[in-house]
């Protein structure tokens, strides 16, 4: 049974950090790329980032380049989502899905795996 579960959320003041964890279980892990997506109260869900299985390519959402840093550990089945000088519209649930690859990583069908989410609230 694959387990994708998703960490690390909570409130933070704009300007602040937070780094989300994913630990993934029941799957080969170093055969996945891993993305982070999020949710806004009223929006359509979004592709935040993805990296690859080795960990040697990531993709970033425009608005989220030089403040958010994924990266992962296939020793310990997990994926990170670093984030610095969040602001308020960084407000979402942000989801944790496995798939083979990078390529076209904002399309949301093609991924086998989700997690549940965990919410981040940014206030000022």
């Known amino acids: 049974q694959v387990q994708v579960v998703e960490s690390g959320g909570g409130s933070v003041l704009a300007g602040g950090s937070l780094r989300l964890s994913c630990l993934v279980s029941g799957l080969p892990f170093d055969d996945y790329a891993m993305a982070w997506f999020r949710q806004a109260p009223g929006k359509e869900r979004e592709g935040v980032s993805c990296?690859?299985?080795?960990?040697?390519?990531?993709k970033y959402k425009d608005s989220v380049k030089g403040r958010f840093t994924t990266s992962r550990d296939n020793a310990l089945n997990t994926v990170w989502l670093r984030m610095d000088s969040l602001n308020l519209e960084d407000t979402a649930v942000y989801y944790c899905?496995?798939?083979?690859?990078?390529?076209?990583?904002?399309?949301?069908?093609?991924?086998?795996?989700w997690g549940q989410g965990t919410q981040v609230t940014v206030s000022s």
């Open positions: 899905a496995a798939k083979k690859g990078c390529a076209d990583w904002e399309d949301q069908p093609d991924y086998d795996y």
């Open positions: 990296i690859n299985w080795s960990g040697q390519l990531t």
